[in-house]
């Protein structure tokens, strides 16, 4: 399974621009790395990052305030 590396290229690749396609929000890219993590990511790292970017946006929110 895909480590803490390949989940990261895997976020980036989907939110990117590409020549083919418009890149992905956030939520949409998160949604498609969770399907994976059932077969080829490991699981833990997806968790991970998500509780790294929840934690980033609550930290955001709070200096906006």
Request: aromatic share 2%; hydrophobic share 50%.
């Given at each position: ?18 020549p083919y396609r418009k890149a ?13 993590a059932q077969t080829a990511l ?17 930290e955001a929110r709070a200096k906006?305030?």
């Amino acid at each position: 399974a895909g480590g803490a590396e390949v989940v990261l290229a895997g976020l980036d690749a989907l939110t990117a621009d590409r020549p083919y396609r418009k890149a992905m929000s956030i939520d949409e890219a998160l949604a498609i790395l969770d399907q994976e993590a059932q077969t080829a990511l490991d699981p833990r790292c997806v968790t991970a990052l998500k509780r790294a970017l929840a934690r980033l946006e609550s930290e955001a929110r709070a200096k906006a305030a």
